[in-house]
T-cell receptor, first 114, second 112 residues
């Protein structure tokens, strides 16, 4: 398996623009997590899905952020409108119950909002 | 707010020494504890996890839990320069279902 695949690897955009980050989890994994990492706050959980259903979105910072998982092999995290304080590395991770509690992380998307 | 606290470091140890990393957590009922390693510019990878019922050893790595004091430690024996990375402690709190909360990480430097 290719692991968790995220795109794009880098995104540079201007304040006010819409940003869409994409994630393909490992096949057969039924949990998908979106994390954001900054130097100041570390890794923060934004939202997670179980069997494509959002379970906990309490970490989503505000209404500008939204996430969807239309099927078991694809998820998006959208920021509209983007702001400079959204600049961070966004990680997607997946896991299943058969593999224990290990999270498999994607390579991340480095987002810079100018 | 349930929290996981770590000293940011850097923690510097000579090659071959034992590196000791610690983190504290706020919820006494926590069930699962994890140590992830993250190299600069890379994604986190799991190196150890333990449940609330005991410690675990895997090669040069040992994870220990002190429930009374609410801290988790990671010992790395015979430290190697390749162990130089940031180590993230993570906890699955009680009542959090599958939510895993991470500390901000401790940077380890192993000096050749």
């Amino acid at each position: 398996d290719a692991g968790v695949i995220q795109s794009p690897r880098h995104e540079v955009t201007e304040m006010g623009q819409e940003v869409t980050l994409r994630c393909k989890p490992i096949s057969g994994h039924d949990y998908l997590f979106w994390y954001r990492q900054t130097m100041m706050r570390g890794l923060e959980l934004l939202i997670y899905f179980n069997n494509n259903v959002p379970i906990d979105d309490s970490g989503m910072p505000e209404d500008r952020f939204s996430a969807k998982m239309p099927n078991a092999s694809f998820s998006t995290l959208k920021i509209q409108p983007s702001e400079p304080r959204d600049s961070a590395v966004y990680f997607c991770a997946s896991r299943n119950d058969r593999g224990g509690e290990k999270l498999f992380f994607g390579s991340g998307t480095q987002l810079s909002v100018l | 707010q349930k929290e996981v606290e770590q000293n940011s470091g850097p923690l510097s140890v000579p090659e071959g020494a034992i590196a000791s990393l610690n983190c504290t957590y706020s919820d006494r009922g926590s069930q699962s504890f994890f140590w992830y390693r993250q190299y600069s510019g890379k994604s986190p990878e799991l190196i150890m996890f333990i449940y609330s019922n005991g410690d675990k050893e895997d090669g040069r790595f040992t994870a220990q839990l002190n429930k009374a004091s609410q801290y988790v430690s990671l010992l790395i024996r015979d430290s190697q320069p390749s162990d130089s990375a940031t180590y993230l402690c993570a906890v699955r709190f009680s009542g959090g279902y599958q939510k895993v909360t991470f500390g901000t990480g401790t940077k380890l430097q192993v000096i050749p």
